[in-house]
Structures are given as structure tokens and as C-alpha cells.
């Protein structure tokens, strides 16, 4: 079975950009997270979704970020426009909520510089 | 309430040593605590879990040590191998509103582990 899948694997833009990251969960899962990982701060939790509604979107940064799950197969991260401090590795990870365990599927990330 | 912090940042050990990572918490609320496994260029993935109501959990060279009381829980790496270099991860979540499934999952900062052959 194929795992998270998320593009693109490497994003370098220019401040001022918009920049999208993409991401297709494990097919049956229910619940997708997008985690933001820098060396200062960690895995921070950005948003995630249950059955394509957003539960918790508190660690949203700013207004200038913005995700969606238009269907259960695919979900967007949008930044616009884009900083310098934006820069990180962005995973998405998938899960069943009600499942008998609670593990998370992680992709490999997108890794975005800002210029 | 949300946060759940761990320590040390950096462990070094040498082959065969036994590294103990550390995770403390505030909220009680939370009832599922797992830990994760992150090798360079990859995202990370579960190693093993625990449940409040147990004090220790085994697999394989991996146990969970759990103190309820204490709000604390750790990960004991026995006969370490230099394969298990890599970044580890404490977390811990709370039910979703009704309490009857997993719910948003809190990430410690990390410890970055070193074995040398």
C-alpha cells in the first residue's frame, strides 16, 4: 500500500510567493494533520481534519496560511504570501480516528526555503 | 496544558548502552501516549505506545516506562545499536469530544540520539 504522499519534496521561492504543498493521505483514513518542523520549535501542529473538516486550526501561524480537504484523498497547504521564517520541512500524516491504535503516517515532507 | 516537554536534547552513548529519553505533561486529559522514531530526510514514524492505565510497555529493545502521578513518561532503549541513531520524539493526545476516538497529538521537542559503534 502506498504511504502519505505529499508534493513537492523541495520548494525554494522567492519571499513574496505563494506556495502550495499538497497531500494525498492514506486511502481509509479519516483524520489528516499538517505539522510544521523547524530546529527552534519542533513538530508544531498546524491544522488537521476529520472526515475532510477542520477540527483545529489553532496553530495556524497567520492569516497568510491557509489549508483545505476538498475530499478525502487530498489536502492543500497554502502560504501567501510567503516569508523567509516560513522556511521548514512540512509533513502531512494520516490516520483512522476510531482505529485500535492511534499511530500517525507521516509523508517525507516538503522542505521549503524562502529566499 | 498542551505542552509536553522532553529531555535531553542531545543524548551520546556508546553500542550496547542503555539511552533514557524523557517526557513530562500538565494536562490530564490526556490518555494516549506514544512515542516516535525520525531518521534524517524521512518523516517520523511510530515506535511504541502507551495507555495511562499501564506502568510499562515492551517491544523488543523498546520499553515505555509510565508515571501516572508524576505526569511523566520515558523511553528506555536497551543494548543500543548504532542503527537506532536517530531523532526521537515523545507525544501525547487527548479523545476526540465524546471521548471515543484519537484526537490532536502533541509533539515534545525531540531528542536527537547518538550510539557509537
Known amino acids: 500500500d502506498a504511504g502519505v504522499i505529499q508534493s513537492p519534496r523541495h520548494e525554494v521561492t522567492e519571499m513574496g510567493q505563494e506556495v502550495t504543498l499538497r497531500c494525498k493521505p492514506i486511502s481509509g483514513h479519516n483524520s489528516l494533520f499538517w505539522y510544521r518542523q523547524t530546529m527552534m520549535r519542533g513538530l508544531e501542529l498546524l491544522i488537521y481534519?476529520?472526515?475532510?473538516?477542520?477540527?483545529?486550526d489553532s496553530g495556524m501561524p497567520e492569516d497568510r496560511f491557509s489549508a483545505k480537504m476538498p475530499n478525502a484523498s487530498f489536502s492543500t497547504l497554502k502560504i501567501q504570501p510567503s516569508e523567509p521564517r516560513d522556511s521548514a520541512v512540512y509533513f502531512c500524516?494520516?490516520?483512522?480516528?476510531?482505529?485500535?491504535?492511534?499511530?500517525?503516517?507521516f509523508g517525507e515532507g516538503s522542505r521549503l526555503t524562502v529566499l | 496544558q498542551q505542552q509536553v516537554k522532553q529531555s535531553p536534547q542531545s543524548l551520546i552513548v556508546q553500542k550496547g548502552g542503555i539511552p533514557i529519553i524523557n517526557c513530562a505533561y500538565e494536562n490530564t486529559a490526556f490518555d494516549y501516549f506514544p512515542w516516535y522514531q525520525q531518521f534524517p530526510g524521512k518523516g517520523p514514524a511510530l515506535l511504541i505506545a502507551i495507555r495511562p492505565d499501564v506502568s510499562e510497555k515492551k517491544e523488543g529493545r523498546f520499553t515505555i516506562s509510565f508515571n501516572k502521578s508524576a505526569k511523566q513518561f520515558s523511553l528506555h532503549i536497551m543494548d543500543s545499536q548504532p542503527g537506532d541513531s536517530a531523532t526521537y520524539f515523545c507525544?501525547?493526545?487527548?479523545?476526540?469530544?465524546?471521548?471515543?476516538?484519537?484526537?490532536?497529538?502533541?509533539f515534545g521537542q525531540g531528542t536527537i540520539l547518538t550510539v557509537h559503534p
Open positions: 507525544a501525547a493526545s487527548i479523545p476526540n469530544a465524546g471521548g471515543t476516538s484519537y484526537g490532536k497529538l502533541t
Open positions: 481534519f476529520n472526515n475532510n473538516v477542520p477540527i483545529d
Open positions: 500524516a494520516s490516520r483512522t480516528s476510531g482505529g485500535a491504535t492511534g499511530e500517525l503516517f
